[in-house]
């Protein structure tokens, strides 16, 4: 695709329940990152994907929060029991390599009611 | 661990002005930075990455300069516009890690 792409642009949900993210990378993207942004905050980083494997997992706040990318591409950002601190726009983005610029998605904007 | 601080947080300038965005970061060992903008309630654009062993790139009117020695990194905007008017990101990897740290981002506002 011509860019990275997210959905849904926002979500809604009730406290306790599950929701998933979904993130398509540049095609050929081999990086992947996913971050969260709070108002009036730079985006704090989550989970870094090199490929289908996580190679940093270590900006998930807690075991609520996981994410996979099977195939190496589409990624899915899944929270579970979702508390109203975890609202937020959630971002994802895509470089050539590790070493490369990131492009980033429009976000999903998630609110926990 | 790696903190990084974008001084001003808000900064508000006429039209043609050419102005100067700092952002600093604690660890010097750093792989490359990244700036970017970001409009209001959209994604980030990416504007320059800098790796670590160069001291600047430019695109167009962006000159973004990096010195590591004292943890610091500027963005020079020339003859500024008023679609300039976004907020600015300054993003860190340090060596030996894939994560992306984040300042807070200055808002700039140019007017017309």
């Known amino acids: 695709g011509a860019g990275v792409s997210q959905t849904p642009s926002n979500k809604v949900t009730e406290k306790g329940k599950y929701v998933e993210l979904r993130c398509d990378p540049i095609s050929g993207h081999t990086a992947l990152y996913w971050y969260r942004q709070s108002l009036g905050q730079g985006p704090e980083f989550l989970i870094y994907f090199q490929g289908t494997g996580a190679a940093d997992d270590s900006g998930l706040p807690n075991d609520r929060f996981f994410a996979v990318r099977p195939e190496g591409s589409v990624s899915t950002l899944k929270i579970q029991r979702t508390e109203r601190g975890d609202s937020a726009v959630y971002l994802c983005?895509?470089?050539?390599?590790?070493?490369?610029?990131?492009?980033f998605g429009p976000g999903t904007r998630l609110t926990v009611t | 661990k790696q903190e990084v601080t974008q001084i001003p947080a808000a900064l508000s300038v006429p039209e043609g002005e050419n102005l100067v965005l700092n952002c600093s970061f604690t660890d010097s060992a750093i792989y490359n930075l990244q700036w970017f903008r970001q409009d209001p309630g959209k994604g980030l654009t990416s504007l320059l990455l800098?790796?670590?062993?160069?001291r600047e790139q430019t695109s167009g009117r962006l000159n973004a300069s990096l010195d590591k020695s004292s943890g610091r990194s500027t963005l020079y905007i020339a003859a500024s516009q008023p679609g300039d008017s976004a907020t600015y990101l300054c993003?860190?990897?340090?060596?030996?890690?894939?994560?992306?740290?984040f300042g807070t981002g200055t808002r700039l506002k140019v007017l017309a």
């Open positions: 993003a860190v990897r340090t060596s030996g890690t894939y994560k992306y740290i």
């Open positions: 800098i790796q670590s062993s160069q």
């Open positions: 983005a895509s470089s050539l390599s590790p070493t490369s610029e990131q492009y």
